[in-house]
């Protein structure tokens, strides 16, 4: 259920049994030579979306531009500062609770969204703790990330085992060609499995992993294992949610 | 050519002979009893995509939550504070700048959006204009409101007349039935046209517009309105964007 | 009724009958080889004043260093960041408020304070509107700009016809010497209608605009232009202050 | 030599030979029961520029509302917050260096600001400091506090002794008599000095100080003790600024 | 070596041959019954200062209030904003950056820091990302939470098990009786295991939580123990250091 | 009382009966060829423990970088910029008023601070005073320069004469000497006494008093007359505080 495909008249009586909604997070930023540059936002919409149909709950607009400075050394990669990224993440869960939304369910795409997203639900908790608020009820955030998921995890140890790595993994790369099929492309890469290691900046980044991938082998991807993984991660974040929003 | 389905290698190529983008931006607010919240945000991102193939242009990934403040009075309407949205408009074109674009063309969707997005363009050149940065290729950004164009302009007097008004017009929500047409509905509105005024917050815009609408009567759409609408502006959009580009 | 001008307990008076404010605001920029720097500030706030005395309203002291980035290629000229007079117009809303001030006028002298100004009405409504203050009172916020008064424009198009422009204006250079006679000077400009077009950051401005006048011959100017201009001007914003405040 | 009334050509010929800059900062707040709101940015203003013509120094336009959050309990008085004010400044000096200005000479009407515009230099300073920045011309500013001059001192000394209070004094109130004569009044005012103390917030200010005043005793002031002071002012301020600009 | 205690020529000496400088980070919080308020900038200073001694590395003073808006419940607990600790982070490491240092270990002492420091790195990172500042030596940040290391870890568990829990642990506990043995007490607490969960602000810590501890009993603390675990820190953090150092 | 050293439970009981609390602020830069970094830090905290013992107040952690952009042109120097050191001093207070504390007595070391602390002292009033908060307890805060005290100024001159100097002096060499006598040095320095004047930027301080100094010959302290010097301080610190915190 998309809040965007919904009229206001709807939300107002969703309102009325309901105070959850599932917010998906991704980033757009270069995945390796042959992974798409919205892999992020892309894949955690549409599991956002899937979970949301399979839960009833409302799904709001993407975060489709994330927190990645690191590789702005590779073409077509875009950031925003974490504080304006925390800028951005407190005016939309402020929006929704003025309308009665108590419970922000993240699903989130990319792992350099974690930290800033953390501190941003601290500033929004923070206004409040300090200006002692207890006359108003209490918003609840959460963060998840699907590529963490039990259902997830499984599939990609079994069926990349150590050439998943971090970047640019053949998981994420497969679901997105689950989903944009037309996508596909298979390139040599030089070594098959990228090296690991840690980065700071941009130029950092770049000097040590030339082709933007970190520790995978996008090429073990396949559609197939998409949907696999893909329904593994619907099912997955659809059950956490239910469970989060019941407590 | 949407930049979230394409690599870096591909926008690395695209940027030995362009330097221009397209950026969707909408707003996602109520829109009257029948109209989607997303209209502004899904009808830019469409027609800007549309846009962008026509004339082999990158289409970024579209700003889904503008400045609509106004709307909070109406569940589901989200914004961002004027300060934040400038921050996310000057990040995303800094991005993109550092890897060689210098040409922004943010196809609207949202009439709230216009002041802020104006601003944000001041605050991205003044930052250069106070450092005197004369050895930095100069950056351009525009913004067109796809819903002023000519040939939709045209359209939507010989469809709605004065019916069309301003908010939740028969025009915008005649492009999403095109686009969605699982999303239509018709339902009684009363008055048949909406008042016409002004308003300031959302207290007040509520309090002026009950139902949302402002002089607009959404039950004159069709999805076929919707369909040449939507043609008009992605020719006059992809024709705009060319000339402008070029300059 | 110049605010500075009063005692705290004339304003304390003044509130028991009366909510409304005007506030000039201009801009501290090259107007031209003859024009001059103030000429946006010192419109305003004349004109201001002028309409303040007819209609029995406070002025408040003149924002007189406004968004003006493009024009920092030339010596004199002065900018705040957007960012920076969004702040500056909702502290001084704010303040007002506080004592009991609802109605905002802003009489402004300059096109690039537009964007910039509005933006920052919908900062200050933003605030309210995101936190529901449903039992404050509604604050409503307006901007006038001097030279779009039905008087001003036929005026223009009277006396200058097409070689009024855009900036450094026969028109505004008329009412600065009718207020600062001793500042009237002519000199010979090449072309004597400047060129027109579009800017970006402030090299840019000035590589297109290289004497600073857009579109204008600000050699058309008379002393006793200035002065039919100024009237109308004050006519015309005592008129619609009134009207607007009264709704 | 107003800023405001010259033209471009003239400060580029200017900043030939001379780089540097008076600017008046004021404030605009109660001032008791008979002192102008506008008194610190009147007086500021007009000494500054008095002093400007002495010295062949370029005055920039006046910062009128400044720093004065204790007196938002008096109706009419306005205040920046101090981050506020520090944008502004910073952005003013910003706009000035960018031409070639390295000296700004800050021309003080009211104590409040003190803090505020220091801590401003300070950010200026910073940004360069922390920058690194030694390939660009040293930029310097300094704040004087016109009621401090050595001139000024000895008057209210001599005129009102210990009735000079320190907040709407008999002498800035006698120098807003010289310069506005039209607004002279005096009122019985209990007690005849008012008292003396600190203050925090708005609430705690107005408790303490009930009429406005601190200290003073506004009613001894007469036009001429104005136009000895405003003179004496003009005199101290010009020699002040030529000793500082030539260091 | 306590930067604190060192000349300026000192440092200039030590830069010759090192750029690496370690910052304690902590908090200022209760922690439970019997904890100190000041635990986490306590331990995580002096471990610092004790693996800075082993190492000849400076150390920053400490940052004493950290991210901890959800203690706010509970009296003498602090926070600084998530913002406004990005912001200390960041202009702590570009002073040192301007001087020549480059590697900035981070030794914390609390769980909230760790998102909001992370962000703080990318905050850095990204201005330098986004400008493309390819000539400037690369700055490299780093977080450790001394709790997490192998010898901690390993101490913790044996001594404590389960009952370590994560807030006002046996563990933090037992090194800030090493460290100021005058403030050991005992108090019966019931549970003698305290709840653990989840939280959000500091109305709903405390609602969760009542005596503010999460999951430990800190009465199995002694004051050997902080021995024990104080030096296994230190010669982790030290050993750790150097590696990261050496890279 | 070292609030680090406390439990809430302590904080708690405290807050029945007091409601001031002392915060040490000091500065992390150079303090010449012999005074340490640390020096504004060090004496501040170790003065404002040695005050709040004798007072029996609650001392909160030390703010160990200030505002000391001027001397980043020494290696080891930190600064604050005064935009984050207003943050900072805004969320102390603001989290300690949450508690019930409504009196904030900072104990300042260093003069770089002045400005930038009083002005966030205005910025936590300003929101205040601008929302018209009357329903909430008062809150005040004062900033004492110990080394401006009766008793410490009265040694200085008696000991050092015009050799304390304004940096580097004298006094604040001998009390860290009492403080760390571990860190006592001598060096000859050249001229013994240091110039005098004014700076700007890092640049600017380091032209003009290049081994740091201003002003002092801090080879003239002993250990005994830091002792002397430090309990004239605590004494007078400590009675000052007093009588401010029973207004």
């Given at each position: 259920m998309q809040l965007q495909l919904k009229t206001w008249q709807f939300v107002e009586d969703y309102l009325k049994t309901k105070t959850g909604i599932i917010i998906p997070i991704g980033s757009t930023e270069q995945h390796g030579p042959?992974?798409?540059?919205?892999t992020d936002a892309l894949t955690s919409e549409m599991i956002a979306r899937g979970a949301g149909e399979k839960v009833g709950a409302l799904v709001a607009p993407t975060i489709a531009v994330g927190m990645a400075q690191h590789h702005l050394g590779f073409p077509g990669s875009m950031t925003l500062k974490p504080s304006t990224l925390i800028a951005v993440v407190r005016d939309m869960v402020l929006s929704l609770a003025r309308h009665g939304f108590t419970r922000f369910y993240f699903v989130n795409g990319?792992?350099?969204?974690i930290a800033t997203v953390t501190a941003a639900f601290s500033e929004i908790y923070a206004e409040r703790s300090m200006e002692k608020l207890s006359n108003q009820p209490s918003l609840k955030c959460a963060l998840r990330n699907w590529w963490e998921s039990a259902g997830v995890k499984g599939l990609s140890r079994e069926l990349y085992g150590s050439a998943e790595g971090s970047h640019a993994t053949p998981s994420e790369v497969a679901v997105t060609w689950h989903l944009y099929p037309e996508t596909v492309q298979q390139k040599p890469m030089e070594p098959r499995i990228a090296p690991t290691g840690s980065f700071a900046d941009a130029e950092d980044y770049r000097r040590n992993f030339p082709d933007g991938?970190?520790?995978?082998?996008?090429?073990?991807?396949?559609v197939e294992h998409g949907k696999r993984i893909y329904e593994a991660a619907v099912a997955d974040v659809a059950r956490d949610y239910e469970s989060w929003v019941a407590r």
């Open positions: 042959t992974g798409l540059i919205g990319h792992g350099g969204n991938r970190i520790g995978s082998d996008p090429n073990l991807a396949t």
